[in-house]
C-alpha cells in the first residue's frame, strides 16, 4: 500500500495523532482526522495483505491475518474460543461483514446505566449512517445459494423471522473466503476503503509494528512506544510524539496495553463477547456451501438476545470445525458437499476480565459464563437444530464433543430443559467487546462519554471495547459509528477542555 | 409531557392484600383515586377490598371507599371471609414480612400465608392472582456488572430468600398443572418512596450525618424500585391478557451504584432541602460484610433475626436486575429515577414529621 514504508534504524516520529490498530476503529478514527487535516500516524502490529495475495488455503491465511495464526481460547469452563484479525485492516479483514446497527431499546438501556452523553439512538444514527455509507451496506446481489435457503427455508417452516442480511461489499463473487481476506477485494473491508482514503490524505501506516507501551506523565501521554521491523526483519524501536493517542487495538489488546501503561480502574473488567454454538447439519442434497456465498439470512426472531445463522464454509474451515471431535464427526467430511455450518449465538450474562501478562504478548483473558447463558444456549442450539431439521435435514450434529448426533427433529429437545454438559460443549466466538465501557458514572466507567480515558487529557478508546455491553448484532458497525463519534468529539473538545476534565477524574 | 398509563381491570372485584403496608398502601390508592403523581390510573368500575392486620391504620382506606376484612394470611378463616364472593375477582398479594421477630414467621407468613390464599382463590373462582416476591429467592449477583433476568436460577438469601422461594415454588407448581386461577409472579427489589417506615429514616440520618457504612469499594451496584413505579408494574401484570403465568421483575430503569445511592442522597438532603451533609467517612472493607453474614447465617439458624446484622451482610453485595421482559411483555415504563424519587420520599419523612 501507498505511505507504508520499511524501517532501517530507530525511529522518532511526530504527528498530531497518534492511532493504534487498523481495524474498524483505528481506520474510522483516521477517516475523521485525516479529513480535519491532521497529520496522523498509525501503527498496527500485523501485515498488510493485499487482496491480490490472499492465500486460498487456510493455514497460510490463518497465520497471515489471525492473531495467533488462528484460534486463542478465553479461561473459563469451558474455555471459549476466540479469533481476532492481526492485519492492516484488523477484523474486518477477517469478519463476514454483516452490517447491523445495535436494537435502539439496547442503546437507551445503556445510556441509562453508564450516563453515557448524547447517546441516543438518534444520535448515533448519522455515525451509523456514515459507516454504512463507507463499507457500501447493501444486500449481495444475485442468488445466494442453497445455503441462505436453508436458513430461510428452516425459520419460515417453523413461522419464525427471518431477515436478510447486509454487509459491506461490492460485487461478491461468492469465493465463500470472507474469513481468509477477500481475494476479489469485493468485501469491503478497511483496507479497501477507508485506509487507502487516509493515507491519500497523508496518513503514515506503520505495518508489522507492536505498540509496546504508552508513556503517561502529569495526566498526559508524551509518546508511544513500539517495536517495528525493517527489511530484513530486525527489531526497530519506534517512538511516536502526539498530541492526541487513541487506542483501537481491540476489546482485548486495547485494556491489556492500556493496564500495562497505568491506568486500571475499570479497563478489562468487563469483557463480554457472544458465546456462539455451533452445529453441523447433514443434507440429502448437495449443499455446496463453499461454491455459493456464505449464508446471508439469519433468524431475527429471538434478537437482541438469540440469534441464528451461517458460518463461512470452506473444505478447510469445515475440516477444523469438526476436528474438535474428529472421532466421532471425521466421517462427515466425505459428505462434506451435503453439509452446512450453523450457529446459535446469544447476548451473555456473564462477564470476563482482560490482564496482561508481563513477558508475555498475549494477555491473560478469562470469561465466566453465568447461568442465565447455559439456558439460553441450550435453547439457541435447540432453536437452530429445529430450523435445520425443517429446512429438511437428515442428521444435525450440535458441537458436543463425544455427541453422537441427531437422527429426528424430536430428539432436539435433549437439552431444553437441562443444561449443555460444561467439560464437552464447544463454545466460539469472533465477538469481543465492552471492556472499557463508556460514560460519566465513574464506577463503572473505564472512559468518559466520548472515549477519553480517566485522568489523561489525551488518551482515547476507539474500538469494540466501548460498546457498553454485547449488542446482539455483528460489532463492526457499531464499532466504526463509535468510533467516529470520540475521534469528532475529541476534535471539538479543546486541549484546555479536556485538560480540565482530566484533572476532575477522581483516581 | 408524558400521557397517563391507563390501565383497565377487567373483574368486578379487586382483592388486595398488605394494603396498611408502604408499597400496598400505594397500590390502594391507585386503584381508588389513582396516582397523578406519576400519571397512573386504574380503571373498570370494580370494587376494592382489602385484607389487613388487627390495629393497622385503616383511616386512608376508609377514605377511599375500600371495604376492609381484618385478619392473617395464617388464619384460613379469615382468608376465606376475605376471598367470599369473588368470583371473577383479580387479587393482588402484597402481604408479606421481611423484618420479622422471629425466623419461623417467614415461612408461616409468606409461604404458607401465600399457599392460603390460593387455595381459598381457586375455590371462589378468582380469575388472576398476583404474588409479590422478592430478589432474595436468587440471592446476589455473581459480578457487579451481571443484572437477573426471569431465567437465572434460584438461590435463596437466607430466611427470607428461601421463604418467598418456596413460594415461587408452590405457585411455578400451580402454573404448571394448568390452575384455572391464572398466577403472576412479581419480583421487587429495594423499595423507596414516600410513606417509608421507619428503619429507612434511619437509612436517610446516617447519610446526613456522614455515617452510612460503605462496606467494599461502593461500586456494587442495586436495583431499586420506587414505590409508584412497582405500582405500575402491578397493575399492568394484573391487567395484561399475556402475563398470565409468566414472572417479571419490577424495578426502576437502571440500577444504581452503592456510592451513588449514597451520594444521590445527600446531594438531595443538602441541595433540596438545605440540610447540612457530613462527608461519608464510613469505609469500611468488605471483610466486615463477610463477618456480618456469617454472624447473621448463624443467628437465623438458631431462629432469631437480626435487622441491622441482616442489613450490613448485604451492603457489599450486588443485587441488580434487568427489568426488559416487563418492558416488552407489559409495557411497563418506570418514570421515575433515583434523584426525583429520594427527593419525593424526604419530602414525604419531613412532612410526616420524620426528622432526619
Known amino acids: 500500500m501507498k505511505g507504508s514504508f520499511h524501517l532501517s534504524n530507530a525511529l522518532q516520529l511526530e504527528a498530531d495523532a497518534v492511532i493504534i490498530g487498523s481495524g474498524g476503529g483505528g481506520a474510522s478514527v483516521a477517516d475523521v482526522l485525516t479529513a480535519a487535516g491532521l497529520s496522523v500516524i498509525m501503527l498496527e502490529e500485523g501485515k498488510h495483505i493485499p487482496s491480490s495475495s490472499a492465500s486460498p488455503s487456510a493455514r497460510e491465511a490463518f497465520s497471515a491475518a489471525w492473531r495467533s495464526g488462528g484460534l486463542t481460547a478465553a479461561i473459563g469452563r469451558p474455555p471459549i474460543t476466540y479469533a481476532e484479525g492481526r492485519c492492516v485492516g484488523g477484523g474486518t479483514e477477517i469478519n463476514s461483514a454483516i452490517t447491523q446497527r445495535t436494537d435502539s431499546d439496547l442503546i437507551d438501556q445503556w445510556r441509562k446505566l453508564n450516563k453515557i452523553e448524547n447517546f441516543t439512538p438518534d444520535e448515533l444514527a448519522p455515525y451509523y449512517e456514515r459507516a454504512e455509507t463507507a463499507v457500501n451496506a447493501s444486500l449481495t446481489p444475485g442468488p445466494l445459494g442453497r445455503a441462505t435457503d436453508i436458513l430461510r427455508q428452516g425459520g419460515e417452516a417453523l413461522g419464525w423471522k427471518v431477515s436478510e442480511l447486509k454487509r459491506g461489499q461490492r460485487g461478491c463473487k461468492g469465493a465463500n473466503r470472507c474469513s481468509y481476506v477477500c481475494p476479489n477485494g469485493a468485501k469491503q473491508s478497511m483496507a479497501v476503503t477507508l485506509l487507502p482514503k487516509a493515507v491519500d490524505c497523508g496518513m503514515r501506516l506503520l505495518a508489522q509494528t507492536r505498540v509496546d507501551k504508552i508513556r503517561i506523565e502529569k495526566r498526559r501521554v508524551t509518546e508511544v512506544l513500539a517495536q517495528s521491523r525493517d527489511a530484513g526483519g530486525q527489531a526497530v524501536p519506534v517512538r511516536v510524539k502526539a498530541g492526541m493517542v487513541f487506542v483501537c487495538a481491540g476489546a482485548i489488546h486495547t485494556p491489556a496495553l492500556l493496564r500495562y501503561s497505568g491506568p486500571r480502574k475499570r479497563i478489562g473488567d468487563t469483557l463480554r463477547l457472544h458465546p456462539t454454538i455451533k452445529a453441523t447439519a447433514l443434507f440429502n442434497e448437495p449443499v455446496d456451501a463453499h461454491q455459493s456465498r456464505l449464508p446471508l439470512a439469519a433468524i431475527t426472531e429471538f434478537m437482541p438476545e438469540q440469534r441464528i445463522g451461517g458460518s463461512i464454509f470452506t473444505p478447510a474451515v469445515f475440516g477444523l470445525s469438526l476436528a474438535e471431535d474428529w472421532t466421532n464427526r471425521g466421517d462427515l467430511m466425505r459428505d462434506w458437499r451435503f453439509c452446512g455450518s450453523y450457529y446459535g449465538m446469544i447476548r451473555p450474562r456473564g462477564v470476563g476480565s482482560v490482564r496482561p501478562l508481563p513477558g508475555f504478548n498475549e494477555p491473560l483473558v478469562s470469561f465466566k459464563l453465568a447461568p442465565e447463558d447455559w439456558i439460553a444456549l441450550s435453547q439457541v442450539l435447540t432453536r437452530l437444530s429445529r430450523a435445520m431439521f425443517a429446512a429438511g435435514a437428515r442428521k444435525v450434529f450440535p458441537s458436543i464433543s463425544g455427541h453422537e448426533g441427531w437422527t429426528s427433529p424430536d430428539q432436539v429437545y435433549e437439552f431444553w430443559n437441562k443444561p449443555l454438559p460444561k467439560g464437552a460443549t464447544n463454545l466460539m466466538t469472533v465477538h469481543l467487546f465492552s471492556s472499557c465501557p463508556p460514560g460519566e458514572h465513574q464506577d463503572s466507567c473505564a472512559v468518559d462519554s466520548y472515549g477519553r480515558v480517566r485522568s489523561v487529557e489525551n488518551l482515547f478508546v476507539a474500538d469494540g471495547s466501548l460498546i457498553p455491553e454485547a449488542p446482539g448484532v455483528n460489532p463492526q458497525m457499531t464499532i466504526m459509528a463509535l468510533a467516529f463519534r470520540v475521534a469528532e468529539a475529541a476534535l471539538c473538545h479543546s486541549a484546555q477542555e479536556r485538560a480540565r476534565s482530566a484533572a476532575r477524574d477522581i483516581n | ?356
Not at chain 2, 392486620?53 to 383511616?59: A, I, K, W, Y
Not at chain 2, 392472582?129 to 436468587?138: G, L, R
Not at chain 2, 451504584?257 to 444521590?264: F, R, S
Not at chain 2, 437465623?300 to 441488580?320: C, D, F, R
Open chain 2, 1 to 356: 409531557m408524558q400521557e397517563t398509563i391507563q390501565v383497565t381491570l377487567n373483574a368486578p372485584l379487586v382483592l388486595l392484600t398488605g394494603a396498611a403496608g408502604w408499597l400496598g398502601g400505594r397500590i390502594a390508592a391507585a386503584l381508588t383515586r389513582g396516582l397523578p403523581e406519576v400519571r397512573l390510573l386504574a380503571t373498570g368500575g370494580f370494587r376494592v377490598r382489602a385484607l389487613v392486620l388487627p390495629g393497622e391504620d385503616v383511616s386512608q382506606l376508609r377514605e377511599q371507599s375500600v371495604e376492609i376484612v381484618t385478619g392473617d394470611v395464617r388464619d384460613m378463616e379469615t382468608v376465606r371471609a376475605f376471598v367470599a364472593g369473588a368470583e371473577g375477582a383479580v387479587l393482588i398479594h402484597m402481604a408479606g414480612v421481611i423484618h420479622p421477630k422471629a425466623v419461623a414467621q417467614f415461612e408461616a407468613i409468606n409461604t404458607q400465608g401465600t399457599i392460603n390464599l390460593l387455595t381459598a382463590a381457586q375455590k371462589v373462582g378468582v380469575r388472576r392472582v398476583i404474588v409479590m416476591s422478592s430478589n432474595s429467592p436468587i440471592g446476589c449477583n455473581p459480578h457487579p456488572d451481571h443484572k437477573f433476568t426471569e431465567e437465572s436460577p434460584y438461590n435463596p438469601y437466607m430466611g427470607y430468600g428461601r421463604s418467598k422461594m418456596l413460594m415461587e415454588k408452590a405457585l411455578r407448581a400451580e402454573i404448571a398443572v394448568g390452575s384455572p386461577t391464572e398466577i403472576v409472579i412479581v419480583r421487587a427489589p429495594w423499595f423507596y418512596g414516600p410513606n417509608q417506615p421507619s428503619r429507612q429514616t434511619l437509612f436517610f440520618k446516617m447519610i446526613k450525618n456522614g455515617k452510612f457504612p460503605i462496606v467494599g469499594s461502593g461500586r456494587n451496584r442495586r436495583s431499586m424500585g420506587y414505590t409508584d413505579n412497582l405500582a405500575q408494574g402491578i397493575l399492568l401484570a394484573a391487567a395484561h391478557k399475556n402475563a398470565a403465568g409468566e414472572i417479571f421483575w419490577l424495578a426502576d430503569e437502571t440500577p444504581y451504584t452503592m456510592n451513588e445511592i449514597v451520594e444521590t442522597v445527600g446531594k438531595v438532603l443538602h441541595e433540596d432541602f438545605g440540610m447540612t451533609v457530613k462527608p461519608n467517612t464510613v469505609h469500611l472493607p468488605s471483610i466486615v460484610a463477610v463477618v456480618a453474614t456469617m454472624v447473621d447465617v448463624t443467628l437465623q439458624y438458631a431462629g432469631i433475626y437480626h435487622q441491622k446484622i441482616h442489613v450490613l451482610s448485604e451492603m457489599n453485595k450486588t443485587i441488580a436486575c434487568d427489568i426488559t421482559k416487563a418492558r416488552k411483555m407489559l409495557g411497563y415504563a418506570p418514570v421515575i429515577a433515583l434523584r426525583e424519587g429520594m427527593r419525593l420520599s424526604v419530602d414525604s419523612c419531613l412532612k410526616n414529621r420524620q426528622a432526619i
